[in-house]
C-alpha cells in the first residue's frame, strides 16, 4: 500500500488517518516516483514515524535540516514535526514508512511507563529524529525490528497486533536507554513536572476562597484547559475541582474547630457560594454536617 498524495490541512497538519481507533498504525511502502509530486511534501502528524530505506538513497528535510538516508538505513521522526522526503540526487529511491499513533503504547495517564518514559521521550525538544545506521550495534538492532514489523504487517497472522507491539516497544526500549543525554532530559522533564504541580497548588492556596475556573489554572499553569485537567488528575490522583472542594472542606474545619463564626460565614469565607452546597460538600467528605463536627471536635490553635 503506498500513499500517493499528502493531503494537509492550513496549517500542513497531515489529514491521512493512520490505522484506526482499535490499532493505530499503519505501513506502506513508498516509491518516491509514483508519489504525485515525485516526492513527500513538507507535512506533520501526531504519529511517530519511522523510515527504512529499502532502494537507493533519501534526504529526509526535518524541521528544516536535511539527513541523506542510505539503503538499509533509517530514520526516526518524533510526532509533531515538519518533515519531508524526496529522492537523493534524482535516483529512484523507495522506502517502508511506518506511522504509529502514540495511543498504541501511552498507556493509562497514571502509568509509569508512561509518565517517567514515554511522555518525555515523545516531547523531548532535542529528539525531533534519530537517524539510524547499520554501523553502530543498537540501531542496527532496530533496523532489523524495522524489517520483521512490515513482515509481520504483511503477513497479518493471527496475534499479530500482539507482536507489533511487543517488537516497537522494544524498539522504544532500545532509543531510550541508549540516546545519549535522554536520561538526564527525562529527569530535568520530571523536574519541571514538579515544578509546575506545586504552582499549580500554590495557586489554589492562594485563591481558594475566591471564584476558580479550570480556565484561571490552565492559563495560571500555561495549559490548555484538557491538558490542565488531564495533568492535574494525573499528579494528584483528583481533578482540580475535586481537590479545590476537598481543599475548602479542611480550611472550613479548622474554621469550625478554631472559631464560633456561623456555619453560613464560614462557607462563604472558604469559598462555597451557597451554604447548602457547601454543607452537601462537607457532609459527603467528612460523614458529618458542619455543626455536628464542630459539636464532635474541641477547639485548638493551629500551630
Not at 267 to 281: L, R
Request: hydrophobic share 35%; aromatic share 12%; glycine share 4%.
Amino acid at each position: 500500500m503506498q500513499v500517493y498524495e499528502i493531503l494537509t490541512t492550513g496549517n500542513l497538519k497531515e489529514i491521512t488517518k493512520h490505522g484506526d481507533k482499535s490499532f493505530p498504525l499503519a505501513i506502506y511502502k513508498t516509491m518516491l516516483r509514483k508519489n504525485k509530486l515525485g516526492y513527500v511534501q513538507l507535512h506533520w502528524h501526531d504519529e511517530i514515524q519511522f523510515a527504512l530505506v529499502t532502494k537507493g538513497c533519501v534526504n529526509f528535510t526535518i524541521d528544516k535540516s536535511e539527513h541523506i538516508v542510505e539503503k538499509n538505513n533509517g530514520i526516526f521522526i518524533n510526532s509533531n514535526c515538519l518533515h519531508s522526503a524526496k529522492s537523493y540526487n534524482n535516483n529512484d529511491s523507495e522506502y517502508i514508512c511506518i506511522d504509529i499513533s502514540p495511543e498504541l503504547f501511552l498507556g493509562s495517564s497514571e502509568s509509569i511507563i508512561r509518565q517517567k518514559y514515554i511522555e518525555p521521550f515523545l516531547k523531548s525538544k532535542a529528539i525531533s529524529f534519530v537517524t539510524l545506521n547499520l554501523s553502530i550495534d543498537w540501531e542496527k538492532k532496530i533496523l532489523k525490528s524495522l524489517k520483521d514489523l512490515y513482515m509481520i504487517y504483511e503477513e497479518k497472522n493471527f496475534g499479530f497486533e500482539l507482536k507489533m507491539q511487543y517488537v516497537i516497544l522494544n524498539i522504544l526500549h532500545l532509543m531510550i536507554i541508549n540516546i545519549k543525554y535522554l536520561d538526564k532530559e527525562i529527569s530535568s522533564y520530571s523536574f519541571i513536572e514538579d515544578q509546575r504541580i506545586k504552582k499549580m497548588l500554590s495557586y489554589i492556596e492562594e485563591n481558594y476562597n475566591q471564584k476558580i475556573t479550570l480556565e484561571d489554572m490552565a492559563k495560571n499553569a500555561n495549559l490548555s484547559r484538557a491538558e490542565c485537567s488531564r495533568f492535574f488528575k494525573r499528579m494528584t490522583g483528583q481533578t482540580p475541582f475535586e481537590y479545590l472542594i476537598s481543599y475548602r472542606i479542611n480550611k472550613s474545619a479548622l474554621l469550625l474547630r478554631n472559631s464560633d463564626m456561623p456555619i453560613t460565614e464560614i462557607a462563604e469565607e472558604v469559598g462555597f457560594g451557597s451554604v447548602s452546597y457547601y454543607i452537601e460538600k462537607f457532609r459527603k467528605q467528612t460523614n458529618c454536617t458542619p455543626t455536628e463536627f464542630r459539636n464532635f471536635h474541641p477547639k485548638f490553635i493551629e500551630s
